[in-house]
């Protein structure tokens, strides 16, 4: 009885770690790792202890007994990620992640090593787990909302709560007793660069990529325009875009660019509201789907359907949840593209979409209709979007969709981060192996460390983070033990003092807890996980309700 990786599959690689065979790859330490859509079980090597379930954090692991309807599929994809072989050879390539990835050792000094990290989404939270792994290490995070955790609260499809499930994972890290939270605290605004290097041996940004890759056609900024991005953070109750104003009451949408991002906006667009209501969407945006009069959604990509953007899990995913029909001329691209699928993942994802339905076909709920072959020329309408008109990419034929919304999905770029070097065309930090580095002497910047999206560009998955951030913390562990960070110049009361002088409302880790614990509580009574908090003083009333932990030697003597 093999296990099964199935769609929520994060990359985080924590089952390569726990699987005592070495049957799951790629593994961090193997060159596919950072590209793979997903990681895959061996089915001849799977000795099924069960240890790969235990270990990952989302819960895309299922024995292939278990497996329901639309999870068939992942039996196939993870088999045939491994070569044909001789029936008596059982065992996958072996790994070397063991002498790849060594626990570094932190050398005692006369402080312990200390390290601020800004942001708190995966590759904070991931650094943080590393950092924290080494004796004495004390981490503090930096985030500018009153809320943890980036893109995995804010950035994941409401309808994904499995995907959402490594949170607890981030939970753990959080109440590690060298760890502290700085929540709703904006480093570049209330902290400078410099001020945090004063308090800390290293400074680790992990701030993502925060802006929104822009087209730059006639027409977009109108209203009745929008970003992908944008609206996954409306429809998750992001304080910065809850009163965002969405116009669901016209029949069409236009989603220009055809990633996992539009996947996921399609299918909330086109989900019933019910269904959804079973989720932590945000209450404003459940009430405007319930209302809304979204008949189809039409996903456009500028290149052919071998070079689609989304990954298999994804398709897959949709294609159970949602009706995706293509019309006859992109069969007939569909057809063209497969004899020559350049390979096997491509192939996979050639093979579904030739047996989706034609768009010509009725159906009787809303639908999602892939298409190929199109560039985007202009938004049509004049107060407000009306529809797209495209040119057949390589030719001057135009096309045009008639719509009410149209939302680009092309991508993500890093923002600059003040008192740090910033490379404008790749949109991240010059870094060499997470290091920061000045472009002009081509020396580190000592004490600044990058990790996750700003410090290789928007790529990967959540998981992707891990081997991302290990790599940085690797770095800076060498550069503490070698002597090269400066210590800090004061306690860790004049950290204390600093921020609250500058935020007095910071909130903290038992802050967080206040505010999580009544999220879900507000939900129970719906039958949802949590009905988040959407404006920021709500979240600052509720965390000021926290009771400040007791200090730890009272704790001891209380408990005996």
């Not at 994904?160 to 490594?166: A, G, L, M, S």
């Amino acid at each position: 009885m093999p296990h099964v990786i199935t769609q929520s599959c994060c990359n985080d690689g924590s089952c390569v770690f726990a699987c005592p065979v070495n049957c799951i790859h790629p593994s961090p330490d193997e060159p596919g790792f950072a590209t793979a859509e997903m990681l895959h079980i061996d089915p001849d090597a799977c000795v099924d202890c069960g240890a790969c379930v235990s270990a990952c954090p989302v819960g895309a692991i299922v024995p292939d007994n278990r497996l329901d309807g639309k999870q068939l599929p992942f039996v196939e994809i993870n088999a045939s990620f491994y070569p044909d072989r001789p029936a008596d050879v059982k065992l996958p390539p072996t790994s070397k992640l063991a002498p790849v990835l060594p626990a570094p050792q932190v050398r005692p000094r006369r402080q312990p090593l200390t390290v601020a990290i800004v942001g708190s989404g995966p590759a904070a939270m991931y650094a943080a787990d590393e950092l924290l792994t080494q004796h004495g290490v004390r981490v503090n995070i930096f985030e500018k909302l009153p809320t943890p955790y980036g893109l995995v609260r804010a950035g994941v499809a409401p309808d994904h709560q499995n995907t959402k499930r490594v949170t607890d994972l981030f939970d753990r890290v959080s109440r590690h007793r060298h760890f502290r939270f700085y929540l709703n605290v904006e480093v570049g605004r209330h902290l400078s660069h410099a001020e945090l290097l004063a308090h800390h041996h290293a400074v680790l940004y992990a701030v993502g990529a925060p802006n929104d890759r822009r087209l730059d056609i006639d027409g977009m900024g109108m209203p009745g325009t929008g970003t992908a991005t944008e609206f996954v953070a409306w429809v998750n109750g992001h304080p910065d875009f809850s009163d965002l104003p969405i116009d669901l009451s016209h029949e069409r949408v236009v989603l220009i660019g055809n990633g996992n991002v539009a996947l996921d906006v399609a299918r909330v667009l086109t989900a019933d509201p019910d269904d959804l209501a079973r989720t932590d969407i945000s209450d404003r945006a459940l009430a405007a789907l319930r209302g809304s009069a979204i008949r189809e959604v039409v996903i456009a990509a500028r290149r052919g359907p071998a070079h689609s953007a989304f990954t298999l899990p994804e398709l897959i995913g949709l294609t159970h949840a949602s009706d995706v029909v293509l019309d006859a001329h992109d069969h007939a691209l569909v057809a063209r593209d497969l004899p020559t699928a350049p390979d096997r993942l491509t192939r996979h994802k050639l093979e579904i979409l030739t047996r989706l339905a034609d768009a010509s076909a009725p159906g009787d709920r809303p639908r999602i209709r892939l298409t190929y072959e199109l560039t985007p020329e202009r938004v049509l309408g004049e107060r407000r979007a009306a529809g797209m008109e495209f040119s057949v990419t390589g030719t001057d034929q135009a096309r045009r969709i008639d719509a009410g919304l149209v939302l680009t999905s092309i991508g993500y770029r890093g923002k600059r981060i003040r008192d740090l070097p910033f490379d404008e065309a790749a949109a991240v930090v010059p870094n060499a192996q997470g290091r920061v580095v000045d472009p002009d002497s081509g020396h580190p910047v000592p004490g600044a460390y990058v990790a996750g999206w700003i410090k290789r560009g928007p790529t990967g998955f959540i998981g992707t983070n891990k081997s991302c951030s290990l790599q940085t913390v690797q770095a800076l562990v060498a550069d503490f033990n070698a002597g090269g960070l400066t210590d800090p110049v004061g306690p860790r009361a004049a950290l204390e003092e600093l921020v609250r002088g500058r935020v007095p409302d910071v909130v903290d880790a038992a802050g967080w807890r206040a505010i999580d614990a009544a999220e879900i509580a507000r939900g129970v009574d719906d039958g949802r996980p949590r009905k988040k908090f959407t404006a920021v003083s709500d979240m600052l009333a509720t965390a000021a309700t926290a009771q400040p932990a007791p200090p730890r030697r009272l704790l001891a003597r209380l408990l005996g």
